[in-house]
């Protein structure tokens, strides 16, 4: 069994501030960890993947996402927030193997203040 | 150039009606999804097809039927639609089952 939770519904920050959107994942394997990002009325779109590789993963648009297995933990981190960034973000774990299907958190929002 | 397209993008219509979602994918992608989001953003995953074959089939009733007439297309048939079935629909594709999914933009089904 495998599940997500994304702690915070929402986050706002200033622009220019530091990013932190939390995910925790629980999984009875080694799990693939999965951040999407989902603009307002588009469909969500790969922002980085961890797959058992590197713990520090970079993705688009200066996000990235450190996996520690130790707090089952995969936060997502950008060091200066953008206005173009305030979006929904979703946060998804899968199996390394067996069953494909990711299992998706509910989504944070990010708010991003001038 | 759309790596995966939806058509339409909103879709109102009447309880009781039946209607279709059409997806597509120029990716040359194997497997192909269908996602429900409802209104608090919660995504749910309602069908999986990997070659033209279902593979995932979670609870969902019967009145939605998926379509995949090849690798490139799978549709979403919902027969007798409910106030419930309002939601956004997305369709997404794979390269296989264990690579990361693409989305399309997705479909607004409002029911009245």
């Known amino acids: 069994a495998q599940s997500v939770t994304q702690l915070g519904s929402h986050v706002s920050v200033s622009e220019g501030a530091l990013v932190l959107l939390r995910c925790n994942y629980s999984?009875?394997?080694?799990?693939?960890l999965f951040w999407y990002v989902q603009y307002p009325n588009q469909g969500l779109q790969l922002l980085l993947k961890?797959?058992?590789?590197?713990?520090l993963v970079k993705g688009i648009n200066g996000f990235e996402a450190e996996f520690k297995k130790s707090e089952t933990s995969f936060h997502l981190t950008k060091p200066s927030a953008h206005m173009s960034d305030a979006a929904e973000y979703f946060c998804?774990?899968?199996?390394?193997?067996?069953?494909?299907?990711?299992?998706f958190g509910r989504g944070t929002s990010l708010i991003v203040h001038p | 150039d759309t790596a995966v397209s939806q058509t339409p993008k909103y879709l109102v219509t009447q309880m009781g009606n039946d209607k279709s979602i059409k997806c597509e994918q120029n990716?040359?992608?194997?497997?192909m999804y269908w996602y429900k989001q409802d209104s608090k953003k919660f995504l749910k995953i309602m069908f999986s097809?990997?070659?033209?074959?279902?593979?995932i089939n979670e609870t969902v009733p019967n009145r939605f039927s998926p379509k995949s007439p090849d690798k490139a297309h799978l549709n979403l048939h919902i027969n007798s639609l409910e106030l419930g079935d309002s939601a956004v629909y997305f369709c997404?594709?794979?390269?296989?089952?264990?690579?990361?999914?693409?989305f399309g933009p997705g479909t607004r089904l409002t029911v009245t």
């Open positions: 997404a594709s794979s390269q296989t089952q264990a690579n990361e999914q693409y």
């Open positions: 999984s009875s394997v080694p799990p693939y």
């Open positions: 961890y797959t058992s590789a590197a713990t």
């Open positions: 998804a774990v899968r199996s390394s193997g067996g069953s494909y299907i990711p299992t």
């Open positions: 990716l040359g992608h194997d497997t």
């Open positions: 097809y990997n070659n033209k074959e279902l593979i």
